[in-house]
Each structure stands twice: as C-alpha cells, then as structure tokens.
C-alpha cells in the first residue's frame, strides 16, 4: 500500500488520506482482536459447527424439560411437576432456564444480529436479575420469597423446603447468564470471563 502511494505521489496524483495511510499511521487492530482472529483460524470450522450444534440441543432439551415441569404447575398435574425421585422443580427455576435457553439459542451465531442481540441480552438480564436477587437474599438474610413469586397457592400448600430455590441454583444462574450477555463481545479478555463462568456452571453442576 505505501509504495502504491509513492508511485502515484510521483506522477502527481494525490490519493485520499485512507490510501497514504501508512502501515504506522493506520489504526492498528488491537491486541484483544488479533488473539480473537488467530485463534479462529486455528480451529477446525467443522469444531465450531459441532459445538454450536451441541449447544442448539442442549439449549431446546433444558427449554422442553423446564416447559414440562412449567406445564405440570399450571394444570396442577403432580407427575409432570414433581417426581419423586427428583427434587422439585420451582416454576421461578423453570422460567429461568427457558429464559436462558432462548437466550442461548438467539445469541449462538456469529452474527446475531441487532434484534437478536438485544432479545437475547433481555432474557439473560432477566435470569442475571433473578439470580443476583436470589444470591442477595441468601447473603444479607432478607427473605423477599421470590421462590413463591409464581404458583405461591400451590407453594404455600408444601412443606417440603426442596422446590425453593438451591443456592447453588441461583449462583448457576448468575454465572450463565452473564456468559450469555459476554457471548458475542469483541475482547478476548472478555470471552476468556465468559469461558471460565461457564466452566464454572458445569463444575457447580456436577457437585
């Protein structure tokens, strides 16, 4: 580029400010963006394709599960809503990861766009929220019962303290979804945040 710039100096010819930009002069990509691009070229296209196919699966089998279990608190059916060999299911838990599974599904691609994006952001902000609020709860001892914010008849006629929500839960909640809102920024310190809240969830997951 610069000794294009040279020639067409010499011949009288005054190109635009872009053209004699030199390599020196020219904003340069920042360091973020060129780990970013480096690393893209490293891996395989078909990695990327299986994993983004992992998580559209993952993302419509929680979706279903949780739209079961929603379906069992609105029609009052016990089986679709509590089983007995697993913990309840709190309906305020249960929109949280539909939230955060339409979240996922929106923000997946590469390029999402402004209107994806921003629903995207939305659901995850919401179950950031929940999830902050519930931590919050936990940590100063003030009880706001967001557990009984949906269904709170139905709640108030169990003993069992398990459909609350676990504490593990709502810190799961707090860490993916702001995976989710740093999903498609630029900074590659960033992503890197992003990958360890995510590695974290799974290891909460699997205590």
């Not at 011949?11 to 053209?19: L, T």
């Not at 990509?29 to 993952?58: G, V, W």
């Not at 599904?105 to 179950?127: C, E, H």
Request: aromatic share 8%.
């Amino acid at each position: 580029m610069e000794l294009v710039a040279r020639f067409l100096s010499k011949n009288g010819f005054k190109p635009p400010r872009r053209v004699l930009a030199t390599k020196r002069d020219a904003p340069d990509l920042c360091a973020e963006k060129k780990i970013l691009l480096r690393a893209s070229a490293c891996i395989n296209p078909r990695t990327i394709q299986t994993a983004r196919s992992l998580s559209i699966i993952a993302a419509c089998l929680t979706g279903a599960i949780s739209v079961v279990a929603l379906t069992g608190w609105v029609f009052h059916t016990q089986p679709l809503r509590i089983h007995p060999a697993i913990v309840a299911l709190n309906p305020v838990t249960a929109c949280c990861f539909i939230l955060a599974s339409v979240s996922l599904l929106l923000l997946q691609r590469r390029n999402p766009g402004k209107t994806r994006t921003l629903l995207g952001q939305m659901a995850a902000g919401l179950v950031l929220a929940i999830g902050g609020f519930k931590v919050f709860s936990l940590a100063s001892g003030w009880d706001p019962s967001i557990d009984r914010w949906l269904f709170t008849a139905q709640l108030n006629e169990l003993t069992d303290p398990s459909y609350r929500i676990a504490p593990k839960t709502a810190f799961c909640f707090l860490l993916g979804s702001s995976a989710l809102l740093f999903l498609n920024s630029s900074s590659a310190l960033v992503h890197r945040i992003a990958e360890i809240f995510s590695a974290s969830v799974v290891a909460i997951a699997l205590l």
